[in-house]
């Protein structure tokens, strides 16, 4: 009898299925995660930082050891927290992981692009309005991001901007707030456009999901170009 039980055991944790008081954990690649509707802040944002799948913003260190990578990395609100409530800022769809060097850097500064366009609604055509890095003030950062800190503004690197454009307009769209101070509209949809979905950021998304309940849609339907049109007129309307 001793034997089926630990038989029946093995398969439990073979198949990465436990239940324990009535609470179904469930596994990602990594470490499992406690699926409440109340889900355990703490875990989760142990998630972005542990699990290797997960996205990491504007620096491409790549720690392994997982001891070591909570002395690296630290958590990033990509609309900055010091702007949105309580309730916001544990929303995962906003956050990311990165180097603590370059959060301390970016602090809560607005985005903008080496080289910013403006977009003409009317003829949908992109014109180069200036290069901003020409100015003085600039600090070049680790892996191609800049930041001025006269200015508070700070110029992500290539790989990062479309995670950032999709969790701006997250937050845009399923709290209302303003972009203004976080970037401007036109280098946000300039961003978002250029920039597909990594399937970093696709994991990141679905991961979240099962946490939270909630896709960020303009991750999951970023291919749906009806959607990307009345995306830019509702940005655009005065």
Known sequence: ???????????????????????????????????????????CKNILIYDELMPTLYTNINIKNKSTRKNVYSLEHIYPSSYIDKLAKNDMHNIVKTSKNINNARSNYKFCDIIEYKYDIKTKEWYKEHNIINTSKWIQLENNNYVNHKKKIFIPNNNSKGIISRAILYMKFKYNYSIDKIINIDTLIKWYIDYPPSNNEIYHNNIIKELQNEDNIFIKNYNNKKQINNLIKELYKK
């Open 1 to 43: 009898m001793l034997f089926y039980k630990k038989i029946f055991l093995m398969i439990l944790l073979f198949t990465n299925i436990v239940k324990l008081n009535s609470n179904i954990l469930f596994f990602t690649n990594n470490f499992k995660i406690n699926q409440k509707k109340y889900y355990s802040v703490l875990k």
